[in-house]
């Protein structure tokens, strides 16, 4: 059974830690990172979080909702000047680009300049409808829900440049 957890303006279950731990999933929307994180620590979610991933609790997420994860990424959070971010809760030790469609987002090229200069270290980048398939800290696939979309790993090419080499994403199918 679905629910929600909700901190304005108060809790809205007795007992958070309780209620995180009794979940199979833990998925986070979209939103600004940094304030994202900010509530949660003000809150020690962070702590909890990191025992329900600990316990095998699944985190899922999308846009800041994945990024909080990670180490960081670009974010929005500040302003629309896509700033480098890397105050992650850092399950996932890596660098995360979210949003990172070819056509029209600006977080694409921001990310591999980031990597580019060093100000970020390598990680993964996805396409809207794209999913990074962790065990642990190791990523295991790249999943697409929409066709035709794309995943990455960027990493520094040690001549003021970066290198992409594209993670093939499987369809992902729902259950019967």
Same mark, same amino acid.
């Given at each position: 059974?679905?629910?929600?957890?909700?901190?304005?303006?108060?809790?809205?279950?007795?007992?958070?830690?309780?209620?995180?731990?009794?979940?199979?999933?833990?998925?986070?929307?979209?939103?600004?990172?940094?304030?994202?994180? !900010?509530?949660?620590?003000?809150?020690? +979610?962070?702590?909890?979080?990191? @025992?329900?991933? /600990? *316990?095998?609790? &699944?985190?899922? %997420?999308?846009?800041?909702?994945?990024?909080?994860?990670?180490?960081?990424?670009?974010?929005?959070?500040?302003?629309?000047?896509?700033?480098?971010?890397?105050?992650?809760?850092?399950?996932?030790?890596?660098?995360?680009?979210?949003?990172?469609?070819?056509?029209?987002?600006?977080?694409?090229?921001?990310?591999?300049?980031?990597?580019?200069?060093?100000?970020?270290?390598?990680?993964? !980048?996805?396409?809207?409808?794209?999913? +990074?398939?962790?065990?642990?800290? @190791?990523?295991? /696939? *790249?999943?697409? &829900?929409?066709? %035709?979309?794309?995943?990455?790993?960027?990493?520094?090419?040690?001549?003021?440049?970066?290198?992409?080499?594209?993670?093939?994403?499987?369809?992902?199918?729902?259950?019967?």
């Amino acid at each position: 059974m679905a629910s929600h957890l909700t901190l304005f303006p108060q809790p809205n279950v007795p007992d958070v830690r309780a209620h995180l731990l009794a979940q199979d999933v833990i998925f986070v929307s979209g939103g600004s990172a940094v304030n994202l994180l !900010a509530v949660w620590r003000a809150h020690r +979610l962070d702590e909890i979080i990191r @025992e329900c991933w /600990e *316990a095998g609790v &699944v985190l899922a %997420g999308q846009s800041a909702g994945s990024l909080c994860w990670h180490l960081g990424g670009v974010t929005d959070s500040f302003g629309d000047s896509l700033d480098p971010f890397t105050d992650g809760l850092s399950f996932l030790p890596y660098i995360n680009g979210v949003h990172d469609d070819l056509a029209d987002q600006p977080r694409r090229e921001r990310y591999r300049s980031l990597v580019a200069s060093g100000e970020l270290p390598a990680g993964y !980048a996805t396409e809207d409808g794209t999913a +990074l398939h962790y065990a642990d800290t @190791e990523l295991r /696939e *790249a999943l697409a &829900v929409w066709p %035709g979309r794309h995943a990455w790993h960027v990493a520094p090419d040690g001549a003021d440049g970066y290198a992409e080499t594209p993670i093939e994403a499987r369809p992902w199918t729902p259950p019967r």
